[in-house]
């Protein structure tokens, strides 16, 4: 969990603060109370969501051989592909 924490503060996670302020910005009645709470709502639920990604991660991903699988080129090739593609 506190490692879900950290994760909120990565530089993935920085394109969202725009947003985040401007949701707490835009309230009818904004106070630091509400404001806080807001923000806070919203790093607690990035933290809990990469917390279970990693934790299914974690449990299945030995057992299934996940990792080994994703060093396919096949796989590493697509994936190469799709960043292209979006970048």
Known sequence: ???????????????????????????????????????????????????ILGAIIAVFGESLGIIGWLQNPVILIGFAIVFVLLA
């Open 1 to 51: 969990f506190l490692a879900g924490l950290g994760l909120a503060l990565t530089p993935c996670v920085l394109p969202m603060l725009p947003i985040v302020a401007n949701i707490v910005a835009r309230q009818q009645n904004p106070t630091v109370k509400k404001g806080v709470i807001l923000t806070t709502s919203y790093a607690v639920g990035v933290s809990i969501a990469y917390g």
